[in-house]
């Protein structure tokens, strides 16, 4: 089976710019949570989707949105950019299957590196 | 709120010694916590996980971890160190808030194997 694909794999954008990320789950994983890699920050939780619906939101500002299509694909927007969004963006997918399945583990993208200018 | 913490940012070993890489957690309930590791230029991968049953919890690529109620520890252990091995690891804990689970990760823990 393929991995979870990002792309691309490197942005460059400027302040007040938006940018899209996308990430291609594994086949049949249903589950995709975004999240946020800074050196300062580490990990933090954006959100996840499950069959086209956020079902679980981080502690970020409205600027970050995310959908999911019926193919299980998801992207992330970021608008107005600013130059703390600089980050490695980190894609991962579950099978999930159950609401509080409480064992399974994360599938993750290569990421997708953005740097704000 | 659950949460993990690594005390340390950066371990250093020399190949062939045991590793330890420290995580201590915070959670209400049953603690569900995993390890992850990320290898230069590449997503994060599992390694092992504890739900429920003996303390030592036996993972990928030679790695354990021993998890401590009463120390609310989940140390990742090793007992022969690689420099294969140098990466940056993650401890997390599932967090079950609002309905729906995510992953709580910790801040990383550099490895840095020395031949």
């Known amino acids: 089976k393929a991995g979870v694909t990002q792309t691309p794999r490197y942005l460059i954008k400027t302040r007040g710019q938006q940018v899209t990320l996308s990430c291609s789950p594994i086949s049949g994983h249903r589950s995709v949570s975004w999240y946020q890699q800074t050196p300062g920050q580490g990990l933090q939780f954006l959100f996840e989707y499950f069959s086209e619906t956020q079902r679980n939101k981080g502690n970020f500002p409205g600027r970050f949105s995310g959908r999911q299509f019926s193919n299980s694909r998801s992207e992330m927007n970021v608008s107005t950019l600013e130059l703390g969004d600089s980050a490695l963006y980190l894609c991962?997918?579950?099978?999930?299957?159950?609401?509080?399945?409480?064992?399974?583990?994360?599938?993750f993208g290569s990421g997708t590196q953005l740097s704000v200018l | 709120a659950q949460s993990v913490a690594q005390p340390e940012d950066q371990v250093n070993v020399a190949e062939g010694n045991p590793l330890t890489v420290k995580c201590t957690y915070s959670v209400s309930g049953n603690p569900y916590l995993f390890w992850y590791v990320q290898y230069p230029n590449r997503g994060l991968q599992f390694l092992l996980k504890?739900?429920?049953?003996?303390?030592l919890v036996k993972g990928s690529y030679g790695f354990e971890a021993e998890f401590n109620k009463s120390q609310t520890s989940f140390h990742l252990k090793k007992p022969s160190a690689l420099v294969s091995d140098s990466a940056l690891y993650f401890c997390a804990v599932r967090d079950m808030s609002g309905g729906y689970n995510k992953l709580i990760f910790g801040a990383g823990t550099r490895l840095a194997v020395h031949p």
């Open positions: 991962a997918s579950s099978p999930t299957r159950e609401r509080r399945a409480t064992n399974e583990k994360l599938f």
């Open positions: 504890y739900i429920t049953g003996d303390n």
